[in-house]
């Protein structure tokens, strides 16, 4: 990252653009970077294992879309801000008729699932949850694996 980037308020785009030449993950809090470190394999499967049962649940009854995997929404009603969703719902009558853009949404999904890791602290996570609810979510799982 350059000492341009470092000093000015990033948006979505630059994250997409940063996270395409790193190779790294990051959320944008108020246009600040945050690496995001990589999860380990119980974290995997269990997020894997719940969006599977979502899913399977969500398409069965045509509710809507189940998104796994750190998907980035955009959580305070601008650019500077993009959480990302380990799982979550959107309902169908909330899906873009043109179907899911390729970048960050703007649509606030329904459920929202965090698995917990080990280096996640509490704070952190009872911050983000905060966010969530902030945003519209409807309600958030905390999934902590043992």
Not at 14 to 26: F, H, N, P, S, V
Not at 100 to 127: M, Q
């Amino acid at each position: 990252m350059s000492q341009i980037q470092a000093q000015q308020r990033l948006t979505g785009d630059d994250l997409l653009a940063i996270q395409a030449e790193t190779g790294k993950r990051y959320e944008l809090i108020e246009g600040k970077l945050i690496e995001m470190a990589p999860t380990g394999g119980l974290h995997g499967e269990l997020e894997m294992t719940i969006g599977a049962l979502l899913w399977n649940y969500v398409r069965q009854h045509q509710l809507g879309r189940v998104l796994v995997g750190e998907v980035g929404f955009y959580t305070r009603g601008d650019a500077h801000t993009v959480r990302g969703a380990d799982i979550a719902f959107i309902r169908a009558e909330k899906m873009p008729e043109q179907g899911l853009p390729s970048g960050f949404l703007s649509i606030t999904p329904d459920l929202v699932v965090e698995v917990v890791s080990p280096h996640d602290r509490g704070a952190e996570i009872v911050a983000k949850v905060a966010e969530w609810l902030a945003f519209g979510v409807e309600a958030v799982w905390i999934v902590y694996p043992s």
